[in-house]
T-cell receptor, first 110, second 113 residues
Framework: DAKTTQPPSMDCAEGRAANLPCNHS???????VYWYRQIHSQGPQYIIH???NNETNEMASLIITEDRKSSTLILPHATLRDTAVYYC???????????FGQGTTLQVKP | NAGVTQTPKFQVLKTGQSMTLQCAQD?????MYWYRQDPGMGLRLIYY???????DKGEVPNGYNVSRLNKREFSLRLESAAPSQTSVYFC????????????FGPGTRLTVL
């Protein structure tokens, strides 16, 4: 599974969009990009995943660059409850295994 | 649905004691996983079970054993606990195909003195 690089921490003002970057320059053609978050030592929560195209669901949007070497998770209107550690993970969809890095700690401020 | 449940929530052991962490899911998922999370770190995979009757090692299997008792249950056993095994343990499961999201339990906080 490809390694990912994320900034250790970011701040965002409440109500603004939070843009969390992730580099995965060694990603292979059939590896997916997954995002999870962990709120205050709870179990991680799935957010979104994608292969090549941009994806959107009720929680977030995922923008993947054309060369697939980086991606951005967008929380369109961050709230205080979005304060969490966000993990970007790349993996083959059929292995099921997730390899977590240290993630980005997002602090949403009033 | 209860999702993924774990017992106990907290446990304190002395060095050398043994214990089993229990995990169960009611989502009819094929695959189940055990992770550990040390303070300030991401999760690391200990063992996983792709389907009932199979288990495989993850990143950090030493000092642990697992049993996939049936489709619902996946237990993690520490035969002789060590202080280095002080951690939060998470169980997770995922549906058919392995490409779906993983659902995580609330965790077991284990301290080994």
């Amino acid at each position: 599974d490809a390694k990912t690089t994320q900034p250790p921490s970011m701040d965002c003002a409440e109500g603004r969009a939070a843009n969390l970057p992730c580099n995965h320059s060694t990603i292979s053609g059939n590896e997916y990009v997954y995002w999870y978050r962990q709120i205050h030592s709870q179990g991680p929560q799935y957010i979104i995943h994608g292969l090549k195209n941009n994806e959107t669901n009720e929680m977030a949007s995922l923008i993947i660059t054309e060369d697939r070497k980086s991606s951005t998770l967008i929380l369109p209107h961050a709230t205080l409850r979005d304060t969490a550690v966000y993990y970007c993970i790349v993996r083959f969809s059929n292995t099921g295994k997730l390899i977590f890095g240290q993630g980005t700690t997002l602090q949403v401020k009033p | 649905n209860a999702g993924v449940t774990q017992t106990p929530k907290f446990q304190v052991l002395k060095t050398g004691q043994s214990m089993t962490l229990q995990c169960a899911q009611d989502m009819n998922h094929n695959s189940m996983y055990w992770y550990r999370q040390d303070p300030g770190m991401g999760l690391r995979l200990i063992y996983y079970s792709a389907s009932e009757g199979t288990t495989d090692k993850g990143e950090v299997p030493n000092g642990y054993n697992v049993s996939r008792l049936n489709k619902r249950e996946f237990s993690l056993r520490l035969e002789s606990a060590a202080p280095s095994q002080t951690s939060v343990y998470f169980c997770a499961s995922t549906g058919p195909g392995g490409g779906n999201e993983q659902f995580f339990g609330p965790g077991t906080r284990l301290t080994v003195l």
